[in-house]
């Protein structure tokens, strides 16, 4: 048979049986129960059959302990969500009526109750069903509620055994009953010392409170103490070893004084022959200076003399050159010394020659190379005293224009004479 799922807000309030132990507040059942219900398995009699009871074959009345004692008020929110739809707000005694009325018969919720009470007290059941006899059941209930532990798994235990007579099913009623109200009662005195103790907790918190605060000050005071002490410690042993360090040396002195009579003559003697030391080294350091530029001044005197020997046979050699060798042309000088421009510009015009200079890219601009190249007959590059741009371009303009160029690798003027030279006795 299926069953009609029925939102919760479509039945009324009146609709809803309040079950308590004993009875039935607001009617009989309803439209709500109805459409919960499930087939009702055939009852089973205790005496004859060794079977547990499901929870809807126990006494109705006994259904309000069971699901008070034996679910939170959450869980059981959370278990009748899984077959029903309740507003978030719906009242934990309203859950619990309802509980308690499905579990008459056999109903969805019913079936999800059974399953979880048997899932989570399987260890305590499995310990009950080795129990064959009445008086042996009550006497598992009785030491179950001597020590306090596990009363909700030992009512499930006891309530659903085969064995549970009417007697015992009502003692264990009675029991539970007591139970309910002693604790109760626990724990409204549990909630009066609750507040009590919150208030001497206040107390207590800020009393600590106060004494922390003076345990820090104490502390601070007791580390700035203890630093202080270290620092006056380690002062007194300063000074104590320099009066130690001190008296030694007196005594050492003393003894050295007595051993040595003439020890000042001899301190004074040392301190001259210090000093003497001092100066020897310093006249040392000077001679070496003075050796120094000796040799300097005369690598010097050395290189003016073969600059003198050079530039006279320079002069020689210009001298030597035939005047109107070059017969009136345009001879082009890229690079050399700056200072030996004037010498060959005379070299030139003494071989009855024009002459013309560009330094090779040093200062002046190389496109400038292109226009004195073009106006001169003969190029003399001197490829010590150029950049390597200017050197490639005055050979490329020279191959390309067929004029005649000769690369000398010395800057002297003699180099440059015998350049011309050469120059002047071709045809």
Request: charged residues 25%.
């Amino acid at each position: 048979m299926s069953v009609p799922d029925i939102p919760f807000w479509r039945i009324s309030m009146s609709d809803f049986p309040f079950h308590v132990a004993g009875g039935v507040f607001g009617g009989g059942r309803s439209i709500f129960l109805d459409a919960l219900s499930l087939p009702v398995e055939p009852s089973v009699s205790t005496a004859s059959s060794s079977r547990r009871r499901k929870l809807w074959e126990i006494s109705h009345k006994f259904h309000c302990p069971v699901i008070g004692v034996c679910f939170e008020c959450d869980e059981l929110r959370r278990l009748m969500n899984k077959v029903m739809h309740l507003p978030k707000d719906a009242a934990d005694f309203l859950l619990h009526t309802t509980a308690v009325g499905c579990c008459e018969e056999r109903s969805r919720l019913a079936d999800v109750l059974q399953k979880t009470l048997e899932k989570r007290y399987q260890l305590t059941i499995r310990q009950f069903a080795s129990i064959k006899t009445d008086s042996d059941l009550r006497l598992a209930w009785k030491v179950a509620c001597k020590e306090g532990r596990n009363i909700p798994a030992a009512l499930w235990a006891c309530w659903t055994h085969p064995d549970c007579t009417d007697q015992l099913e009502q003692e264990i009623y009675a029991d539970i009953h007591m139970i309910q109200h002693q604790l109760g009662a626990h724990n409204r005195a549990d909630q009066n010392a609750m507040k009590a103790l919150k208030v001497e907790n206040v107390g207590l918190y800020q009393r600590l409170e106060s004494s922390q605060a003076e345990l820090e000050e104490l502390r601070r005071k007791m580390a700035a103490q203890s630093s202080q002490s270290v620092q006056t410690i380690a002062q007194l042993r300063a000074e104590l070893a320099a009066t130690g360090a001190r008296a030694l040396c007196y005594a050492k002195e003393s003894v050295l004084r007595d051993a040595l009579p003439d020890l000042e003559t001899r301190q004074v003697l040392a301190q001259r022959l210090s000093d003497t030391e001092a100066r020897a080294k310093e006249a040392r350091l000077q001679a070496e200076e003075l050796s120094r530029e000796v040799g300097r001044l005369r690598d010097f005197a050395k290189h003016a003399e073969e600059t003198i020997e050079s530039l006279t046979r320079e002069d020689d050699a210009l001298a030597a050159l035939p005047e109107d060798q070059l017969s009136g042309k345009c001879v082009l000088c890229v690079g050399g010394r700056s200072g030996a421009v004037n010498s060959y510009r005379e070299v030139v015009e003494q071989s009855g020659g024009h002459f013309m200079h560009h330094d090779g890219g040093l200062e002046e601009s190389l496109h400038r190379i292109d226009g004195v190249l073009a106006a001169a007959d003969i190029v003399i590059c001197q490829v010590g005293c150029i950049s390597h741009n200017a050197y490639w371009r005055v050979k490329e303009l020279c191959k390309r224009t067929g004029k005649p160029c000769m690369f000398v690798k010395s800057a002297g003027v003699t180099s440059f004479g015998r350049a011309v030279n050469e120059f002047g006795k071709k045809p």
